[in-house]
């Protein structure tokens, strides 16, 4: 999908990205890690074409230094410092509907989901919002998009905890686009993604994938028992297929080898209640059920 290839930038002499070379894949959703510095928006920025650079950046096999404007269409953006938009919400809420092809029903859905109405700040300039605020609507209006891939730049550094979970969770449901996450906090991302990229000093110096341990249609077998009976957790495993005993209280299923960070995040979710869990690797056999 993107092939960047000895990726270079400098700002005044200084070397921010060194000759970088990663590929990103229809599929991947990645946890780009690292401190403060480390060069991640300066990343995106340059495949956004927001940045001149050296060294190549080719989307779907192009490998121009050009930005080709039908593969940019096909990118959602959520930058880590929303843009000082003098527009009203309203008006930005049309663009991204007549200029992205964003869905208004979406876009309202996504919202509200995420405790922003839509018709409380249409007349509100962008730039007033509270940085949360301004950070569910640029969510919105990405999510609201049918994008192929989905860069997100810190963004959940401004929502509170509960607007944050319910990000969380809006992404996991797209299962549909690759994501490049940029976060400090691994432990709410590693849910949402398959392959973690850790970056310092302007280079790539982790690049862990799931999907490389374990082949695609690889499973894990997890069996976990809880200290009591709890009905949102049994009702969420129940949505992985798992079955229950009769005490409600011991759990086994299939976990897809490339959804165990997502699953091991939903676990974190009832962290105090498990008594026990163990994952083992069920190398290339389907998932058959336990009753
Ligand atoms: N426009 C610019 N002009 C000069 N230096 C810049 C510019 N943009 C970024 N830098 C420098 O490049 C380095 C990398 O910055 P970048 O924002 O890419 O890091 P980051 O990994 O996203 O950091 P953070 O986790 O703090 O968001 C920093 O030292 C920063 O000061």
């Known amino acids: ?18 000759e970088l070379t990663l590929s990103i894949d229809a599929g991947d959703r990645i946890a780009l890690i690292g401190s403060n510095g480390a060069g991640k928006t300066t990343l995106f920025r340059c495949l ?7 060294g190549r950046v080719g989307f779907d096999g192009s490998a121009g230094q050009r930005r080709d404007a039908g593969a940019l ?24 509907e007549k200029g992205a092809g964003a869905d208004p029903a979406l876009m309202r859905d996504i919202a ?23 950070q569910k609507i640029l969510v919105t209006v990405a999510l609201g998009r049918n994008a192929d ?16 979970a319910v990000f969380i969770d809006l992404l996991a449901a797209r299962t549909d686009a690759s994501m490049l996450i940029a ?4 432990e709410e991302v590693a849910p949402l993604v398959n392959r973690v990229i850790e970056m310092d000093r302007g280079r790539v110096v982790l690049d862990d994938s799931v ?22 957790f049994a009702r969420a495993l129940e949505g992985w297929g798992f ?20 699953f091991l995040g939903v676990l974190a979710r009832h962290g105090s209640l498990i008594e026990r869990l163990s994952l083992e690797e069920v190398p290339q056999a389907a998932p058959e059920k336990v009753n």
């Open 1 to 18: 999908m993107i092939t960047i290839d000895r990726l270079s930038k400098r700002f005044d002499r200084r070397a921010v990205l060194d």
């Open 48 to 54: 956004l074409g927001h940045y001149g650079h050296e």
């Open 73 to 96: 269409a096909r990118v959602a953006f959520v930058p880590q410092l929303p843009p000082p938009l003098r527009m009203p919400v309203g008006e930005l809420l049309t663009f991204a």
């Open 112 to 134: 509200g989901k995420m405790g922003i109405d839509l018709d409380e700040v249409k007349k509100r300039p962008f730039y007033r919002l509270s940085g949360g605020q301004k």
């Open 149 to 164: 891939l989905m860069i997100f730049d810190e963004p959940s550094a401004n929502l509170d905890p509960a607007a944050r």
């Open 183 to 186: 976060s400090h906090r691994l």
């Open 211 to 232: 999907a490389d341990r374990l082949r695609a249609g690889d499973f894990r077998r997890a069996e976990i028992e809880i200290s009591a009976p709890h009905e949102p």
């Open 243 to 262: 079955v229950t005993d009769a005490s409600g209280l011991r759990f086994s299923g299939p976990v897809p080898a490339a959804e165990t960070f997502r």
